[in-house]
């Protein structure tokens, strides 16, 4: 049971991290934090950014950790799944909130 949460952790992540973001991005729109101008960017821009990187270093040492623990592994189908998915982590983490971190504004 374990290994099948270890394996699952980074998507569960990226999951808890997509569904945060997104609604951060709904606090800033109501709370007008794109008004709030902050060294040349809006608080509501700072925020999305600092939000993403955060969630992209939090896969980042998912997948650190994962390749640190398994470098002795005699288990291939677990080493391999849990590589797989921390790198799953890490990609989507990058390229599905990447348009909310930079381009995306309030409606």
């Known amino acids: 049971m374990k290994e099948l949460v270890r394996i699952l952790l980074p998507l569960l992540v990226w999951l808890a991290s997509f569904s945060a973001i997104y609604g951060l991005h709904g606090l800033g729109c109501a709370f007008g934090w794109t008004e709030i101008a902050l060294s040349g960017l809006s608080l509501f821009r700072w925020t ?30 677990y080493r391999v799944g849990n590589l797989a998915t921390a790198w799953s982590g890490v990609t989507a983490t990058g390229w599905t909130l990447f348009p909310l971190a930079v381009s995306s504004t309030c409606g």
């Open 48 to 77: 999305s950014l600092g939000a993403w990187l955060a969630a992209i270093l939090v896969q980042l040492l998912l997948l650190l950790a994962v390749r640190k623990r398994l470098s002795g592994s005699t288990l291939d189908f």
